[in-house]
């Protein structure tokens, strides 16, 4: 299994321009999420999804966008980038929940935006 | 916002000795997790303890919790230079689906 893959690893984007962001996971999970991580921040959750056609939002949602049309790919689009959305960004997977107990969480490498 | 904060936010400390890192958290919780962060990748899981559970083992890792102080703490025994990196906790409430993540503690593990 290659587990939870992103690309791309870095992107330099100007101020308006769009792009997504993709993540694939092989798990066959239904939970999927993407974190942006800024430093002293932690990770904060932007969207998040429980399966193929269901997303919602996150703690800081605002400039991005999530679809989800199958289990496997999850991307996240900016729709017009911003400085303020230079950070690293993280796709995860996971089982999700079951009877009340949370699964752990599986990572992507990352990608690395700058906004400029 | 966040429901985990660890402390201290930066540790360090010789090869061989113990680390310690605590996570406090607001509200009442399923499970909380611990994860490891090296420096440029994703995040590593390292352990889960549950809400009736008041300690938990794994290797060189020992984790405890008091869901009456809201608290967590992980513990590193006989550190080495590999076990630099970042830790976090993270909790899920009984009410949510998604994970809240403390701002992390930087452990640095000195040869």
């Known amino acids: 299994n290659a587990g939870v893959t992103q690309t791309p690893k870095f992107q330099v984007l100007k101020t308006g321009q769009s792009m997504t962001l993709q993540c694939a996971q092989d798990m066959n999970h239904e939970y999927m999420s993407w974190y942006r991580q800024d430093p002293g921040m932690g990770l904060r959750l932007i969207h998040y999804?429980?399966?193929?056609?269901?997303?919602d939002q996150g703690e800081v949602p605002n400039g991005y966008n999530v679809s989800r049309s199958t289990t496997e790919d999850f991307p996240l689009r900016l729709l017009s980038a911003a400085p303020s959305q230079t950070s690293v960004y993280f796709c995860?997977?996971?089982?999700?929940?079951?009877?009340?107990?949370?699964?752990?969480?599986?990572f992507g490498p990352g990608t690395r935006l700058t906004v400029t | 916002s966040q429901q985990g904060e660890e402390d201290p936010q930066a540790l360090s400390i010789q090869e061989g000795e113990n680390a310690t890192m605590n996570c406090s958290y607001k509200t009442s919780i399923n499970n909380l997790q611990w994860y490891r962060q090296n420096s440029g990748r994703g995040l590593v899981h390292l352990i889960l303890?549950?809400?009736?559970?008041r300690e938990k083992h794994s290797g060189r890792l020992r984790v405890t919790l008091d869901t009456s102080k809201k608290s967590s703490s992980l513990l590193i025994t006989a550190s080495r230079a590999a076990d630099t990196a970042s830790y976090f906790c993270a909790t899920r409430d009984n009410y949510g689906q998604n994970f809240v993540f403390g701002p992390g503690t930087r452990l640095s593990v000195l040869p």
């Open positions: 303890i549950r809400s009736n559970e």
């Open positions: 999804s429980v399966g193929a056609g269901i997303t």
């Open positions: 995860a997977s996971s089982p999700g929940t079951s009877g009340g107990y949370s699964y752990e969480q599986y």
